[in-house]
């Protein structure tokens, strides 16, 4: 550590162990930016870094999976739910730092979605089996100990995507560009709506703050859907729109804090819509790889990953785009979209970062490579 440059300006210490608690950063007075990732760095000389204005960023690796990290959710007050190709759902205590409480297994395939449901005591998760005709999905109480599977349900094929309906049901995609509206409980898998028209796999789904359905597909379109009381018993239910523009499969889906829509695509990019219009009114770019994961921040950022391993965070809120859509409007040739750049970039895992979700206290958590990452992104 003695070592390093004074003039060092961004540091990387991913990994680095043997580091002794007297070790301080005090003469790299350039120093800006700090990852300092699974590496024993003592908190005080965090702290004294950040005091002096370098943004640092303080990760934590969850490493106990066995298989790649496919899905992420929250539950109830800090509690992190993680599930892996192998099938097994891990559940940490996030407000201690990430400590394992819990293991469900038995799911009989890859977990590829979770969703916490609005009591926030149970657990929804979505399983691909290996055959391709079989889906469901497994409910959990995860308010008792050792937790307890509630309800299995038969969705008819794999389930890519399950999104939680602030009306205690379920909405499940997968296979063949159907979504699933299921009840929980004593009417477990009853079937209440089915929606149809996506033309290519379901991947994402997430409810708006209204109560209508949003699903992200591979046959590159954003649909909405009205899943609301008056339509709850509806066996079919029309799509009421459509929105277009990406040129790839859509990955993931987020809901801001301002309301906005953003959606992630395999294209590279990240579109941000307004709902109420149906219209994209930012483009975000430069993302080098694919987008395979979303989440929004309550502060108005939102993450993104990547298939490269790689995380992109931007700052998404209206007075930081504004400035890049009017200085960008007639060079860009697409009507004043907003196209941000990155506030920051995070590196460590060595795979497709398959989940995003955000942690109370400005905080991220990150799965894809057999593990789950905490990243600290309150100083942004």
């Known amino acids: 550590m003695a070592s390093l440059p004074a003039t060092l300006v961004v540091l990387r210490l991913v990994h680095f162990g043997g580091v002794t608690r007297c070790a301080t950063l005090d003469h790299v007075r350039a120093l800006r ?176 703050p209204d109560g209508t359905l949003v699903s992200g597909s591979w046959d590159n379109t954003v649909r909405l859907w009205d899943v609301g009381t008056r339509a709850r018993f509806a066996r079919r239910q029309a799509c009421v729109a459509t929105l277009a523009g990406h040129t790839s499969g859509v990955n993931a889906l987020a809901v801001l804090a301002d309301g906005r829509l953003a959606s992630g695509s395999g294209d590279w990019t990240v579109r941000l819509w307004n709902i109420a219009t149906r219209t994209c009114v930012g483009v975000l770019e430069g993302h080098m790889n694919g987008v395979l994961s979303l989440a929004a921040l309550p502060d108005g950022r939102l993450a993104s990953g990547l298939y490269n391993g790689t995380i992109r965070v931007w700052d998404t809120r209206s007075g930081a785009t504004a400035a890049d859509a009017s200085a960008r409007s007639a060079a860009a040739g697409a009507g004043g979209l907003a196209r941000a750049t990155p506030v920051v970039v995070l590196v460590g895992h060595t795979g497709s970062v398959n989940a995003l979700a955000s942690l109370p206290g400005g905080r991220l958590a990150s799965g894809g490579d057999k593990t789950v990452r905490l990243w600290c992104l309150a100083q942004l």
Request: aromatic share 4%.
């Open 33 to 208: 930016v700090l990852y300092c990732i699974n590496t024993e760095l003592a908190p005080a000389a965090l702290v004294v870094c950040r005091e002096r204005g370098c943004v640092v960023f303080a990760a934590s690796v969850l490493g106990c999976h066995t298989e790649p990290v496919s899905s992420l959710a929250v539950v109830g007050e800090g509690w992190l739910a993680s599930g892996d190709c192998d099938g097994t759902v891990r559940l940490w205590d996030a407000t201690r730092g990430g400590e394992a409480t819990a293991v469900l297994d038995g799911h009989g395939g890859a977990v590829r979605a979770l969703a916490a449901l609005p009591d926030g005591r149970r657990l929804a998760a979505g399983v691909m089996a290996g055959n391709m005709n079989a889906g469901e999905i497994a409910v959990w109480d995860t308010s008792i100990v050792p937790p307890n599977r509630t309800d299995i349900i038969g969705c008819g094929n794999r389930v890519f995507a399950v999104a939680a309906l602030r009306d205690g049901r379920l909405a499940a995609g997968g296979i063949g560009g159907r979504v699933r509206l299921v009840e929980v409980g004593a009417a477990a898998g009853t079937v209440a709506t089915m929606l149809d028209g996506h033309t290519g796999h379901v991947t994402a789904l997430v409810e708006l």
